[in-house]
């Protein structure tokens, strides 16, 4: 039987004035992403008793984006910000599983700025 490999690969990458702009601003709005959704996990399940799913952040997410009020989540791609719902996903599932802590924000300083881009974010 086949085993089937997955392949990572990371580059050196020295992005230009322009694109470290852009980079900057992605990283950003991943952070503001993952925050809010923490933000709102937190409160559904403290307010209402509620456990929030990947499917509800996504679909806060879209909404996030189509108010007025947080217009620069439109300005850069949606694959890093998924993916960062995804990543939220992960630390609670990990929480749950009492395999970690709690999933904390995330700060300026303190965290990496990374932003993951899938697949389907290069067709």
């Known amino acids: 039987m086949a085993q089937i490999v997955k392949r ?19 990283f950003g709005c991943v952070r503001f992403v993952y925050n809010k959704a923490l933000e709102e996990r937190t409160r559904a399940y403290t307010v209402e008793g509620k456990r929030l799913s990947y499917v509800e ?23 890093p910000l ?7 996903q992960t630390g609670f599932a990990n929480f749950f599983a009492k395999r970690a802590k709690y999933p904390t924000f995330k700060t300026r300083r303190k965290s990496r700025a990374s932003a993951e881009y899938t697949r389907s974010a290069f067709r």
């Open 57 to 79: 952040s996504s679909a806060a997410l879209t909404a996030w984006k189509r108010s007025g009020a947080f217009d620069f989540l439109s300005e850069v791609s949606s694959v």
């Open 8 to 26: 990572a690969y990371k580059y050196r990458f020295y992005p230009t004035p322009e694109q470290a702009c852009e980079l900057a601003r992605t």
């Open 82 to 88: 998924q993916q960062a719902l995804r990543h939220l």
